[in-house]
């Protein structure tokens, strides 16, 4: 190893160790800590943040780049070393474009706002918050100044968390899968909804908590390398590769709540469990993308989890641990019950076909907000109109509506929901790729048995962690573009037969 690649990484290293103290203490925050702690904790976590903001805009990491991006130029894109430069510029002429001055201003508002949002929603007190918000669209945009090559003020937040898309693809794609979901929910609303009451019965936490554990054991989560522990809002996070933990929460009136939640981080988990293990340490060990990262939550924990195959094995496991509550309850009527589609208010309640029509919403009001379409004030309003014009439904309060979701009052608005759904989209095509390559997953699914989607995962997405950019990583893996295709066509597959719905009527749908 060339002596500048030796010494970027020991920088590289120590950065990623005052991440990982900080994530053990964000952890245990979000876990044990009594409320006594919360103060001195902030304050902590501001501290190691603040070190290892410091230590990545050393202007002796942007005279080891250049060496190193002469050293490797030319190379493959299979090589580490040429991808670690690739990966370390891009973080570092982020980082050092911003003034810490302004970093601290951001995240200062932003602590503030949070805290004004805890008790602002219970209230449903949306004016307590217009202020707040009108500020943090301010610094958004202010935010986005910083980089001047940009089209529009959401693209350096779009690039942030999912690198190498714009509002502009967002919006193509986005705007196609849109026109074709929403005759979709009106043909499915259009019916008798599921029945879910089967569901909705008293379930003890610890039975449920074994239950999920169980079928985690089975997907794969490696627990000599993570553990489980429950929460008020799931999260995964990773202290190191050898270490990857995730949360649930239990509620004992509802059977499969903490089950499908401890499904999703797991699908975190798998793909930070299957990172090479010689990347430890580096920025490479990360996941592509929040798009791709949540691209595995959710096909482990619906395209998996909610499918008839798994549960053809799992059902008479579950029967036997809740033999009262679904003793009498035939498979068909729990998987019709677990897959069951309603317009309703909350996204994170929201069923895998109406969801992305919840995330393109916000997608759209963080544009509209950015690009000054849209004043503050007027977004409760548009708010329900939309929701309306898209769902059927409006919110009766500001607490269910544009209140909901942390995202806006803990951070900037842009770039914070494409995320979701780009992961929607790429579950479906991953999950479509292994299948073509492995026929025997849905087979083996209806024994128990996940080794070879697991292994597929393994080999054509997780290994690599962020090696390669998302676009790469999904044409290389499933051979195509990322699209809308594969999704459509997992959800007409799945809904047509539970729902009875003809290929003619979603044609004769209005026209948007
Ligand atoms: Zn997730």
Redesign the pocket.
Known sequence: MSAPLAELKARLLEINDLGAAAAVLHWDQATYMPAGGAEARGRQMATLGRLAHEKSIAPEIGRLLDALERETAGRSPEDDDAALVRIVRREYERARRVPPDFVAQMSEHAALSYQAWTAARPADDFLRMRPLLERTVELSRRYADFFPDCATAADPHIDASDPGMTAATVRALFSDLRARLVPLVRAITARPPADDACLRQHAPEAEQLAFGQRVIERYGFDFARGRQDKTHHPFMMKFSLGDVRITTRVREDDLTDALFSTL?ECG?ALYEQGIRRDLEGSPLAEGASAGV??SQ?RLWENLVGRSLPFWEHFYPRLQAAFPAQLGAVPLDTFHRAINRVARSLIRTDADEVTYNLHVMLRFDFELDLLEGRLAVRDLPEAWRARMQTDLGVTPPDDRDGVLQDVHWFAGPVGGQFQGYTLGNLMSAQFYAAAVRARPDIPADMARGEFGALHGWLRENVYQHGAKFTPAELVERATGAPMGIEPYLDYLWRKYQPLYGLEPGELSRSAPL
């Open positions: 999703h975190h990262h949540e939550s």
